[in-house]
């Protein structure tokens, strides 16, 4: 998995990504990709008055999660063959299948010209101790980076990378929802549990 440093500190990417949405101070941006006739996204935000260190943790904290997250049905990590896999089921509306995702991640502070960023990845893998299971649609194409840094205040400011496969037919309307709903309601979600977290001590 590979680290996006040459995204970092940009506010917009050029063609052929299109602005899709700016929102609640969220500029989120997709690309047509013609193999899977699908989007991937770009998103560009900020968290105020959240820390990186701390934007970080609560991100990478999966039990916290299941707390803020509404969508979130079933989160965990096991380790299998030495490696640390995480399972997650995420709840769809009725009348669509929830989806669930089997993957690997990583977190680490870098160094990028003098500025402290944290980023943490993440990719589908298929791992046979985790078989699909009935009524749920296993999302096989998964990727995601996020790169966070100082505002140059008491904040973060925040870039995502997002792509996955939800597999089966997902209406149009709730595609535009996600995009250009889901993630800023995401963002501010995670910026009230940033809030919280150092409350729960």
Same mark, same amino acid.
């Given at each position: 998995?590979?680290?996006?440093?040459?995204?970092?500190?940009?506010?917009?990417?050029?063609?052929?990504?299109?602005?899709?949405?700016?929102?609640?101070?969220?500029?989120?941006?997709?690309?047509?990709?013609?193999?899977?006739?699908?989007?991937?996204?770009?998103?560009?935000?900020?968290?105020?008055?959240?820390?990186?260190?701390?934007?970080?943790?609560?991100?990478?904290?999966?039990?916290?999660?299941?707390?803020?997250?509404? $969508?979130?049905? *079933?989160?965990? #990590?096991?380790?299998? /063959? +030495?490696? %640390? &896999?995480?399972?997650?089921?995420?709840?769809?509306?009725?009348?669509?299948?929830?989806?669930?995702?089997? $993957?690997?991640? *990583?977190?680490? #502070?870098?160094?990028? /010209? +003098?500025? %402290? &960023?944290?980023?943490?990845?993440?990719?589908?893998?298929?791992?046979?101790?985790?078989?699909?299971?009935?009524?749920?649609?296993?999302?096989?194409?998964?990727?995601?980076?996020?790169?966070?840094?100082?505002?140059?205040?008491?904040?973060?400011?925040?870039?995502?990378?997002?792509?996955?496969?939800?597999?089966?037919?997902?209406?149009?309307?709730?595609?535009?929802?996600?995009?250009?709903?889901?993630?800023?309601?995401?963002?501010?979600?995670?910026?009230?549990?940033?809030?919280?977290?150092?409350?729960?001590?």
């Amino acid at each position: 998995m590979e680290a996006p440093p040459r995204e970092l500190g940009q506010t917009a990417p050029g063609p052929p990504w299109q602005l899709l949405v700016e929102s609640m101070g969220v500029s989120i941006y997709r690309l047509y990709d013609e193999q899977s006739g699908l989007y991937e996204y770009k998103i560009f935000g900020g968290l105020a008055d959240c820390p990186p260190k701390l934007c970080a943790d609560v991100y990478m904290d999966l039990e916290y999660r299941k707390q803020w997250d509404q $969508y979130v049905k *079933e989160l965990y #990590e096991k380790t299998y /063959d +030495g490696e %640390k &896999i995480i399972y997650w089921e995420v709840k769809y509306p009725f009348p669509l299948s929830n989806r669930d995702y089997v $993957y690997i991640r *990583e977190c680490q #502070e870098m160094d990028v /010209d +003098g500025r %402290k &960023i944290w980023v943490a990845l993440a990719q589908s893998v298929s791992v046979p101790q985790c078989p699909e299971k009935p009524g749920i649609i296993r999302v096989k194409s998964y990727k995601q980076s996020l790169a966070i840094e100082s505002d140059g205040k008491t904040g973060s400011k925040v870039y995502m990378y997002y792509f996955d496969n939800p597999g089966g037919m997902i209406p149009s309307w709730l595609v535009n929802w996600a995009a250009k709903s889901g993630v800023p309601a995401f963002l501010k979600d995670m910026q009230k549990a940033c809030c919280n977290y150092s409350k729960r001590a």
